[in-house]
């Protein structure tokens, strides 16, 4: 694989700046998933391993498809130019989310009528999570794929600056922990006022100023 050339101080700054937006979307949208979830399928234990279990898979996945791309250096897109791969994905989470959002409300009235069509055994219970799990995947798996890849993303490209690897990794988590705790405030304060559907156009809205 080819070197990968240091990133400028302005592409650096840049780059912290997405990652901690991303950081604050992806634990706001987690907030909001439990919580429609907790709609759907009733607040129960299961229902929020069920979320949790996808929220980590999509992460996960992410994470480990953008890291394989990334040891191959200048020959990809994260390699020559990570900012315009940090914009992509950032707009592809962006994007999945746009598209999944009139899906929720459709999926509380399926899951109600679900719920009382299935019969009350062992197999309807197994069917039935297996159905809660196919569901979340679907509505969940498209955000968290995008945002799963863009820390292993701007933490390589950190390592490409001048200054000491360990420094700018750190500063990496740093900026990208902040954002998520920011995420998760702002998100419960929000939730009462402006909805659920007013919580997941915010964190939207937030995706798509990242992306640009």
Known sequence: AEPELPLS??????????????????????VAWIRILALMLGSTAQAFAVMLSVFILGIALGSAWISRAGRR???????????????????????????????YERAIHLFARLSSALPRTGGGYALYQLITFGACL???????????????????AAMRTRASMGERVGLTYAVNTIGTIAGAICAAALMPRTGLHGLFVTELFVLTVAAC
């Open 138 to 156: 679907a509505l969940m798996i498209g955000p968290t794929l995008a945002l799963g890849a863009t820390f292993p993303l701007v933490a390589r």
């Open 73 to 103: 250096g200048r020959g990809t897109l994260a390699g020559r130019d990570p900012l315009l791969a940090l914009a992509l994905l950032l707009s592809s989470a962006a994007i999945a989310l746009a598209l999944t959002l009139p899906l």
């Open 9 to 30: 101080r302005r592409a650096s700054v840049l780059a912290l700046v997405a990652i901690a937006l991303s950081g604050f979307a992806g634990l706001g949208l987690e």
